[in-house]
């Protein structure tokens, strides 16, 4: 009993070091944020047939996020996607998901997401509610986002948020149909990237 409540008291004192450390550097952190696109990758998984799980990625992202640690309820993000930056290893199939049949990128050379709410659960873990954009058709989408640390890069000394956000996207329910009974239609998806100063252009 004695030792149950040491542990639960430590732990509590770690827990408020923590955010007191984050209160204090909070104050010199900016509140507009652009992703790192460098350090950015959208990634997807697919299960072929029950086969195997045939994973990609987009390459090209851009996006921009309003967070102010001492104000998180007030967060809000826009990000865009090119959709002709597919990559899953395999140049023909990428050509293939480019077509028409899937992403169509011709006539819809882009995605979108913009927030509408973002929940806080605790100062590191947020679920975050927007309107997706995808074939020309948008939908409400939810993400499970993970603030993996906030502090200043060793190499550019400025300021770098880690995140990585995950979520699910039903292609069928965007008119993305083809080969339904092959490859599935519930995409997982996670985003992990590192957000920076927005600069003033």
Do not use: C
């Amino acid at each position: 009993m004695i030792n149950t409540v040491m542990k639960n008291t430590a732990k509590t004192l770690l827990i408020s070091s923590a955010l007191a450390v984050t209160t204090i550097a909070s104050a010199a952190l900016p509140s507009q944020w652009e992703l790192d696109n460098s350090h950015t990758r959208v990634g997807f998984s697919v299960n072929h047939m029950g086969f195997s799980t045939v994973m990609g990625s987009f390459s090209d992202v851009k996006g921009t996020v309003n967070y102010d640690v001492k104000a998180p309820s007030k967060t809000n993000m826009n990000f865009t996607i090119a959709t002709d930056s597919i990559d899953t290893n395999w140049e023909a199939r990428d050509e293939h998901l480019k077509t028409d049949e899937f992403f169509n990128v011709a006539k819809y050379p882009t995605m979108t997401f913009k927030s509408t709410q973002v929940n806080f659960i605790n100062p590191q873990q947020a679920k975050v509610t927007g309107d997706f954009t995808m074939l020309g058709q948008t939908k409400p989408m939810t993400l499970d986002v993970t603030l993996n640390k906030i502090a200043n890069s060793p190499l550019t000394k400025e300021p770098v948020v880690g995140f990585r956000a995950t979520g699910n996207i039903d292609r069928a329910a965007y008119g993305m149909t083809a080969y339904a009974n092959g490859i599935t239609t519930d995409v997982p998806i996670q985003i992990d990237g590192e957000l920076v100063e927005k600069k003033a252009k």
